[in-house]
């Protein structure tokens, strides 16, 4: 999680982790506008996440990053910010990959231990992605997503951590 400063913490504490139909709504855009536009001001926000949002490259499927997304749906500057849909992305960009501890810290490492070939460790990123994915009863779109998300995080390419991903959706 990043470390927010106090009036950042106090507008991350309006926001919901997931919308519901009767939400006062404006109060809750202005805490997202008025959050990443702090969060940027002082480059809080890790490069990782905000390539993840900006860049295509580091698009989890597809050709457009997020960001085209929205503004090919019609979203655009400051109006992204407090789109219902950047909720998502807050929540990202504050907390990281939305996965357990255990597996944030553990598959860092087990890769880091394991010895072999690349196309060994391939096989091992993958078989130990749906290993995770079942001991936690992670939903597997969800798992997708946030695999996705810690690979490029711990540093795999773009297409290393897509994947993970589909190992991640392999799971059944």
Not at 116 to 122: A, I
Not at 126 to 148: N, P, Q
Request: glycine share 6%; proline share 6%; aromatic share 8%.
């Amino acid at each position: 999680m990043l470390e927010l400063t106090p009036e950042e913490a106090k507008l991350y504490a309006l926001i919901p982790t997931e919308l519901e139909s009767g939400m006062d709504w404006p109060p809750i855009a202005d805490a997202m506008a008025s959050l990443v536009t702090s969060l940027r001001e002082r480059d809080a926000i890790p490069e990782v996440r905000m390539r993840v949002f900006n860049d295509p490259r580091f698009a989890e499927f597809g050709s457009k990053s997020p960001l085209e997304v929205f503004e090919s749906n019609g979203t655009r500057g400051n109006d992204i910010l407090r789109h219902g849909h950047f909720v998502e992305w807050i929540h990202y960009f504050v907390n990281g990959p939305d996965l357990p501890q255990e597996i944030i810290s553990g598959f860092p490492r087990k890769l880091r231990e394991f010895v072999g070939t690349s196309g060994m460790e391939l096989t091992e990123r993958r078989r130990l992605t749906r290993e995770y994915v079942r001991k936690h009863c992670i939903d597997r779109h969800r798992a997708a997503r946030e695999f996705f998300r810690l690979g490029l995080e711990i540093g795999l390419s773009p297409d290393e951590s897509r994947s993970i991903r589909e190992a991640a959706l392999s799971v059944r």
